[in-house]
Structure formats: C-alpha cells, structure tokens
C-alpha cells in the first residue's frame, strides 16, 4: 500500500509540473505604433507597425517621437518625453513620466492621460485634441483644441475650454505665491492671463495663460476616425 501511494504521488507531481499554472498573467495589447522617429519601447527601438502591450513604456529621444493608436485613441509623445501604458476594464491610459503627451479621440470615455496626481481626459463625447506637458511633480500646462478637456484630481474635477492654455497647480499654496500676475490680471477667461478658474481650498488651480493651436502630426480628422473604426 505504501509503494502504491508513492508512485501515484510521484505521477501527480509530475502531471501538475507540466499543466500550465492558471491565473497567470497574460499580457493585453494596448495598441500599434503608428510612427516613429528617434523613439523606443522599453529598452528596445520602437518600429511603425510595432504592437504595444499593457505596462510597455514608450520615450522619445531629443528631437524624436513616436504616435501609438489605442482603439478609439492616438497618443502622440513628443521629443524628450516618456510614459507607460495600461487599460482599464478595456479602455486605455497612459501615465506620463516626463515630457509633453498630446491626445487625440471622439469619446470621452476612450482615452486618459494621467500626470502627477491628476487625470486629463476628453469632456466629451465631441473630437477632441489635448496635450499635457508635465513641468514637475506639482505643476502643469495643459492644452485644448478641439474639445474642451477635464481635469480631476483626488475626486475635484475642474475643466478646460476649448481652445486655451492653463497652467495647473497641484498645490494651490504655490499658485497663489506666484502673485497676482501669475494668477491673472483680471481680464477674465477669455484673456491672455485671466482670473483662477477656481481657488480657495480647492485641491488644485488651474490659470488660463492664453488662447492657443496644438502642433501636432494628426488632425481632427483623425481623431473622428479613431471614434469610428478599430
């Protein structure tokens, strides 16, 4: 009975050595490169046609580039900037590291570009452009054309009209160090410096500096066709 009991233990150990472990990580495609100059993927050369996958991280040398299309999105990193990708529950992200990220999609639910604490995504479901540029850890320049964009942070979701340039302050505190110039002189939203879009104790501010275009490589044309196809 005991030399029985060996040998179906052995075959057991045996049979759960070769099945394949379940609940293992599969990795997601995330998207395709669309172009790309002077750009990598991880510690690799990032290719046109290259697939991307959940938790890959693009970056961009000086002067260099790279646009990936996620779904019913395109993320476009300019020179010296880098970032890594993920979804969730199906729809795509990118976390900005460092550098300039411009986003283009037609739903408001398709596409989000996370930077420090804050979530910057399409207010609706309109073609929209946005680009972010993190300047550090507490400060941004967040830009809309077209589409208006919003901006959430620990729950506070203030937003951006289409068409201009804020500054945000994750730390209201060095907003209002900045002095009154910084702030705006008065000239409301639609001037070159404009009044806080809201202040107090407010998580964070945000400062209109100016009605401004998007350089960028894709369209709005291209923005509406990510809504519509794959």
Same mark, same amino acid.
């Given at each position: 009975?005991?030399?029985? $009991? *060996?040998?179906? =233990?052995?075959? +057991?150990?045996?049979?759960?050595? %070769? @099945?394949? &472990?379940?609940?293992?990580?599969? /990795? ?40 990936? $299309? *996620?779904?019913? =999105?395109?993320? +476009?990193?300019?020179?010296?900037? %880098? @970032?890594? &990708?993920?979804?969730?529950?199906? /729809? ?40 972010? $540029?993190?300047?550090? =850890?507490?400060? +941004? ?7 208006? &964009? ?81």
């Amino acid at each position: 009975m005991q030399r029985l $009991r *060996a040998i179906f =233990a052995a075959a +057991l150990s045996v049979k759960l050595a %070769s @099945a394949p &472990l379940l609940g293992a990580p599969t /990795a997601t495609v995330w998207g395709t490169v669309v172009t790309a100059e002077r750009a990598h993927l991880d510690d690799g050369v990032a290719s046109v046609g290259t697939t991307v996958f959940g938790g890959d991280r693009p970056s961009t040398e000086d002067q260099g580039s790279v646009q990936i $299309r *996620a779904g019913a =999105a395109r993320l +476009l990193l300019l020179s010296a900037s %880098s @970032a890594t &990708l993920n979804d969730s529950e199906g /729809a795509p992200w990118a976390k900005l590291l460092s550098g300039t990220a411009t986003f283009s999609t037609g739903n408001a639910h398709a596409f989000t570009v996370y930077a420090s604490k804050a979530a910057i995504r399409a207010q609706s479901d309109a073609p929209t452009i946005g680009q972010v $540029r993190l300047l550090n =850890a507490k400060e +941004l320049l967040v830009t809309s054309k077209p589409g208006p &964009l919003s901006v959430t942070v620990d729950g506070e979701t203030q937003f951006i009209g289409d068409g201009k340039a804020y500054h945000v302050y994750l730390d209201p505190d060095m907003a209002a160090a900045q002095g009154p110039a910084e702030a705006g002189g008065g000239q409301g939203p639609g001037g070159k410096g404009g009044s806080p879009l809201k202040a107090g104790r407010s998580r964070f501010l945000i400062v209109v500096i100016g009605v401004t275009a998007i350089a960028t490589y894709f369209a709005v044309s291209e923005a509406v066709e990510s809504a519509a196809g794959p």
